[in-house]
């Protein structure tokens, strides 16, 4: 064999053992979180999966191309039907927080949304759990609110949005994990089917109060700029979306099905065309991005918006009070 050729074969088995590699990361993972059993068992699949994905990987060396390949397609392959086979349900022992299902009915203008979340929060832990029947009139609905709340990195936040009423109603929804009692999040196992989605519709006396008072997290109110019929678009958009989650549940996707990429889709397929940017999958940066396309109010700098809308310390001081949705909102700029 030339040097040329030699090269060339090198340069292949290279690239096919990146391919291997890769795909066998992958399998580790999605065997990690998704195989039966216990954390033995599991253990126990991954490293079989990694003992065949070697052996494979091996054969190319060992000029065994055919035989490697082949034997890595057909694990492959079953590994990938395994996969497709795990689908979504609303049948497990869920987390009290997301233990009821939101979803509406709309008759005309008028709107009754079954399973309000309203929560009496303490702690994390001690909390009253409270779900509500209510109604809201699409006439009077008058305001659209973004509401960042961050717990680390500048880079990731979570994102509730709010719908005001006249008379001093907010109903704030939340797209959210759906995951079992004693589970907890993970930005990794959002990747491999480890949770369900989930729409919340809460009180703001619940959904903000349990992250600024409880958790300690940093939260920012932002006006958005919207016209009503629009405004109206996006609230039944997202009944639209809970109520067939109820019928259809659904994977969470850490990229391409969490809080922000659903609003993202939904708001785009109102106002049609919106620029696709790296801020809506980096949400801590959403506010950035919404001012940039004219979403917010251009009479001040982002950052004295930003300033604003702080409301964390605001809401912890109008802890469990009737008025605290007007309260966080003090001194928040009105839109003219």
């Avoid at 090198?10 to 066998?24: E, F, K, P, R, W």
């Avoid at 609303?90 to 979340?117: E, L």
Wanted: proline residues 4%.
């Amino acid at each position: 064999m030339t040097t040329r050729g030699r090269r060339l074969r090198v340069a292949a088995a290279l690239l096919a053992t990146a391919v291997i590699a890769g795909c066998a990361i992958w399998g580790g993972f999605a065997l990690w979180y998704q195989a039966p059993g216990g954390p033995a068992l599991k253990i126990l699949c991954m490293v079989l999966w990694a003992a065949a994905a070697i052996a494979c990987a091996a054969a190319l060396w060992m000029r065994r191309v055919a035989g490697g390949l082949l034997g890595f397609a057909l694990a492959f392959g079953g590994l990938l039907g395994w996969w497709y086979s795990l689908v979504p349900t609303n049948n497990r022992q869920w987390a009290d927080d997301v233990a009821q299902i939101t979803n509406g009915t709309v008759d005309g203008n008028r709107v009754t949304m079954h399973n309000v979340r309203n929560f009496a929060w303490r702690s994390d832990t001690d909390f009253t759990p409270r779900w509500e029947t209510r109604s809201y009139d699409l006439d009077s609905l008058k305001s659209v609110d973004m509401i960042l709340s961050y717990w680390g990195s500048p880079a990731i936040a979570h994102l509730l949005v709010s719908f005001g009423f006249d008379g001093g109603d907010y109903l704030a929804f939340s797209v959210e994990i759906r995951r079992d009692k004693h589970e907890d999040f993970s930005e990794i196992g959002g990747f491999f089917k480890e949770f369900e989605l989930s729409v919340i519709a809460a009180d703001e006396r619940d959904i903000v109060q349990v992250r600024t008072n409880v958790r300690d997290e940093r939260d920012y109110l932002y006006h958005i700029r919207l016209p009503v019929l629009e405004m109206r678009s996006l609230f039944l958009a997202y009944i639209d979306v809970a109520n067939r989650l109820l019928h259809h549940p659904r994977f969470y996707n850490t990229v391409t099905a969490n809080c922000t990429t659903l609003v993202y889709h939904m708001l785009k397929r109102i106002v049609g065309h919106l620029p696709v940017d790296y801020r809506v999958l980096f949400s801590g940066y959403l506010p950035e991005y919404v001012y940039s396309i004219g979403g917010l109010d251009k009479r001040y700098p982002l950052e004295v918006l930003r300033s604003l809308g702080h409301i964390s310390e605001r809401a912890k001081k109008a802890d469990g009070s009737a008025d605290f949705s007007a309260l966080i909102r003090q001194g928040v700029p009105p839109l003219n």
